[in-house]
Structures are given as structure tokens and as C-alpha cells.
T-cell receptor
Framework: QQQVKQSPQSLIVQKGGISIINCAYENTAFDYFPWYQQFPGKGPALLIAIRPDVSEKKEGRFTISFNKSAKQFSLHIMDSQPGDSATYFCAASIVGGAGKSTFGDGTTLTVKP | NAGVTQTPKFQVLKTGQSMTLQCAQDMNHNSMYWYRQDPGMGLRLIYYSASEGTTDKGEVPNGYNVSRLNKREFSLRLESAAPSQTSVYFC????????????FGDGTRLSIL
């Protein structure tokens, strides 16, 4: 049973465009939703995270939109740059549960110059 | 600031050989995790340790054992390697509540022939 479903699997965007990656979760006990960015040959690194008490969080060009009733959240990358080309993972966790996270399958983003 | 250090970075084994992957973190985190990453399958949790002295199975524990040697170190052992265990292995750590984000090492690329 996959608890976090991520789409699309791959995404190609022109430089300056908006990249949008979507995730849906099933377990309503999840209360922490991070996004990770992974470059080839490296481990994932935390990009931005949100808790379900807010509907949006913005950090620079990166925004998480959160819809608690629909059990969905998404990552928006504004003014996408070639340096943003990476694999992005959404995740969901229960803060009080040893910090275990359930990850989506990842989205490979390519930003064309 | 090293963060999470994994050794070795690359390894080739023959079927049936044993191997221990090492992981150490210098952030004084309580929780540590081992994941495997396979193409198109995201990050799957093998084992985790919520605190020193405790370990628990994750999603895909079969064929693996772990040891939480102390607060800093968490090792993963393959007793009898199989080709199906060819993967990239990531170790991560987390400070736990209230932030459940994880810090990852750069991975061990393991091939089993």
C-alpha cells in the first residue's frame, strides 16, 4: 500500500517557467510534509517543509501548497532555472513517530535553457 | 561540518558474500535510518533506530540486519548478498520532534554480481 503518491514521474520545463509537482497521501495522521531535492550522486536534501495548520509556505522561488481536506500537497518552482534540474521527492511523516517518513517515488525535473 | 558520513561510497560483491555498510552522524541526532533507492521506486525504509539502543524494521527489512553502535553510528549488514540487493543505500538522521526532516549521507552504491 503506497501511502504517498507523487506525480508526474518526469517533467520538462523551459527556463523561466513554473514547475509543479503533486503529491497525495492517505494517512490522516501525517502532520509534517517535507520536500527533498536530490542531485545525481548525492543524497536527498531538505528543500522546504510544511505542517497542516497552514495552506501555503513560500521560500524564495519554492512554494508548497497544502490542501488538508483533499489530502494533497504540491511543490511549485517559480522562474525555473537549469540549476533546478534534479529529482524531487515529497514525503509525509508523523512528528511524534520516531521521525519516520514515507516518500513518494520521485519526480525528475529537467529545466531546458 | 560533515553531517552524515557513509562508507564505502562504492562496493562490488559476489552473491553470498557479506558486507557491512557504515554510517556516522555528528549532529547529535537521536533517530537514524537506512533506505535503499531503486530506479522509479523512491526511497524505501529498511530499518530505523529511534534512539540509541533501539532498532525497528521498516518497509523492506528482509536480508538485512542493523546495529546502533552508539548515538553517532548505525551500521547495515548484508549477511549473504543477493543480486536483488543491488541498489544505492542511504543513511539518514533526524533530530526528531518538532522537526521531522532528515539529513542524508551521499549514499553507498552497491552492486552484487
Amino acid at each position: 500500500q503506497q501511502q504517498v503518491k507523487q506525480s508526474p514521474q518526469s517533467l520538462i520545463v523551459q527556463k523561466g517557467g513554473i514547475s509543479i509537482i503533486n503529491c497525495a497521501y492517505e494517512n490522516t495522521a501525517f502532520d509534517y510534509f517535507p520536500w527533498y531535492q536530490q542531485f545525481p550522486g548525492k543524497g536527498p536534501a531538505l528543500l522546504i517543509a510544511i505542517r497542516p495548520d497552514v495552506s501555503e509556505k513560500k521560500e524564495g522561488r519554492f512554494t508548497i501548497s497544502f490542501n488538508k481536506s483533499a489530502k494533497q500537497f504540491s511543490l511549485h518552482i517559480m522562474d525555473s532555472q537549469p540549476g533546478d534540474s534534479a529529482t524531487y521527492f515529497c514525503a509525509a511523516s508523523i512528528v511524534g513517530g520516531a521521525g519516520k517518513s514515507t516518500f513518494g517515488d520521485g519526480t525528475t525535473l529537467t529545466v531546458k535553457p | 561540518n560533515a553531517g552524515v558520513t557513509q562508507t564505502p561510497k562504492f562496493q562490488v560483491l559476489k552473491t553470498g558474500q557479506s558486507m557491512t555498510l557504515q554510517c556516522a552522524q555528528d549532529m547529535n541526532h537521536n533517530s537514524m535510518y537506512w533506505y535503499r533507492q531503486d530506479p522509479g521506486m523512491g526511497l524505501r525504509l529498511i530499518y530505523y533506530s529511534a534512539s540509541e539502543g533501539t532498532t525497528d524494521k521498516g518497509e523492506v527489512p528482509n536480508g538485512y540486519n542493523v546495529s546502533r553502535l552508539n548515538k553517532r553510528e548505525f551500521s547495515l549488514r548484508l549477511e549473504s548478498a543477493a543480486p536483488s540487493q543491488t541498489s544505492v543505500y542511504f543513511c539518514a538522521s533526524s533530530e526528531g520532534a518538532p522537526r521531522a526532516s532528515q539529513h542524508f549521507g551521499d549514499g553507498t552504491r552497491l552492486s552484487i554480481l
